[in-house]
């Protein structure tokens, strides 16, 4: 196969066959492996072969930025780690993708069945791209910011777009990153330079990258056009493939990621023989959740009934363990403080203990989350034909004895 530079992880779970790569772990071992996902558990999205770039190549790799700018520039990662400061910040990637596969099974959409392990999450090193855009000086008329990967497929290079009033934002926490955990970025998440957008969907970090262009308008990329959309849930497949203007209408990109949670423990189908008063124990529900757009997961209920009550679990939000400068300080060259300190660029994770008994009593436990904008996962599915974005109420089966 045209990957086979690419070492991989046995655990992973291939989702498309054998080429492109697309994967995730274990919900299990991803959850196990803790807040940090280990890259070699780190989900993969390739649309196409991954560019191969020797170890001795990667100082050298260049990457230009023209468009709509007064000094339009050509620089290599040599250039970034030399000429600007460099930062490392915990963020989370999620595919829009994640969960599609509880839409799959209600209607066909266009894509494959993700589980809930389509995220993880990195401490990322790299420079932030509104210091970088400050050196290319963006001229008035720009308002987007292209982004263009090495990866050669059947409609052009991966490319898209976002606002560049968010790149130029150093809230937005946006980076051009060439490290994760520490450790070179692997062949199949970027090597040896990636974009990184903390709170918006994956598809917008473009991996391998050569080209930023600002420009007037959106992104007119094929990829940004006919991929990473929800479009109105009445759009049936063969309208969708009839009538290319559902896909031209800007309104229909994602940008932020929605608010979002799953169950770890409990598994699918995960078996407990059947306790009694004097066996009964205490168990431990838990799982993950994350906002959209810098929001913060602020509750994650838990219903045993069907969603006729809910129960608060405990949150935690281990990123802010990495928020460990003083007040005053603005950087320094390992953790960055680039946003406010309530906003959120990280999963978070809850759990509750209830006793074995009332968890077998039973028939499924549901997940909401909500997050600071009060945005609250809904009860029921929004289908849309690419399938992305779900996130209704999180359900794991109980399974009973017999
Ligand atoms: N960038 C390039 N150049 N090519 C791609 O196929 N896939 C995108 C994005 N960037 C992609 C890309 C999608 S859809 C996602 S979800 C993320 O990369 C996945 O990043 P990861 O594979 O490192 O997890």
Same mark, same amino acid.
């Given at each position: ?46 649309? +196409? ?11 050298? $790799? ?13 620089? /290599? ?38 589980? /809930? ?77 990636? &974009? ?25 990329? $094929? ?6 959309? &929800? ?15 559902? $896909? ?43 906002? +959209? ?40 060259? /390992? ?15 809850? @759990?509750? @203990? ?29 289908? /849309? ?12 089966? &109980?399974?009973?004895?017999?």
């Amino acid at each position: 196969t045209p990957d086979a530079h690419v070492v991989r992880d046995p655990r992973l779970i291939r989702l498309t066959g054998v080429h492109p790569f697309n994967t995730e772990a274990p919900l299990s071992a991803l959850y196990d492996s803790g807040f940090l996902t280990p890259q070699e558990l780190f989900y993969v999205r390739n649309h +196409g072969p991954v560019p191969k770039v020797e170890d001795s190549e990667s100082l050298d $790799w260049t990457f230009t930025i023209d468009g709509l700018v007064d000094n339009p520039v050509t620089l /290599s990662v040599r250039d970034l780690q030399t000429e600007f400061r460099q930062v490392t910040i915990p963020i989370t990637l999620v595919c829009a993708g994640n969960r599609r596969k509880e839409q799959n099974t209600v209607r066909k959409s266009n894509g494959f069945s993700w589980g /809930s392990a389509g995220v993880s999450t990195a401490l990322w090193t790299g420079v932030l791209l509104s210091d970088v855009l400050e050196r290319v000086r963006p001229k008035r008329k720009g308002r987007y910011m292209c982004m263009e990967g090495a990866d050669k497929l059947p409609n052009g290079y991966y490319g898209t777009s976002v606002k560049l009033a968010w790149a130029k934002n150093p809230e937005k926490g946006m980076l051009l990153a060439w490290a994760m955990n520490g450790e070179p970025l692997q062949p199949d998440h970027g090597k040896p330079l990636r &974009v990184v957008i903390p709170g918006q969907i994956g598809g917008r970090s473009v991996k391998w990258l050569k080209k930023l262009t600002i420009t007037a308008a959106p992104s007119d990329n $094929w990829y940004h056009i006919y991929d990473n959309r &929800v479009l109105p849930t009445m759009v049936t497949p063969a309208m969708a493939k009839e009538d290319p203007t559902w $896909w031209t209408d800007e309104r229909y990109a994602i940008y932020d990621l929605s608010v979002n949670a799953a169950c770890a423990y409990p598994a699918h189908k995960e078996e407990h023989p059947a306790v009694t008063p004097e066996t009964d124990f205490t168990y431990k529900v838990q799982g993950y959740a994350y906002g +959209g757009g810098g929001r913060r997961i602020t509750r994650v209920e838990i219903s045993l009934d069907k969603g006729t009550t809910w129960r608060l679990t405990d949150i935690t939000y281990p990123e802010d363990r990495y928020r460990s400068l003083p007040d005053d300080a603005t950087y320094n060259n /390992s953790t960055f403080d680039v946003a406010d300190r309530e906003t959120s660029f990280c999963w978070s994770f809850w @759990s509750l @203990s209830i006793p074995m008994s009332e968890l077998q009593a039973a028939e499924d436990v549901l997940v909401r989350a909500q997050d600071e904008a009060m945005n609250i996962m809904p009860r029921d599915m929004y289908w /849309s034909v690419l399938g992305m974005m779900n996130n209704p109420w999180f359900r794991i089966e &109980v399974v009973h004895e017999g």
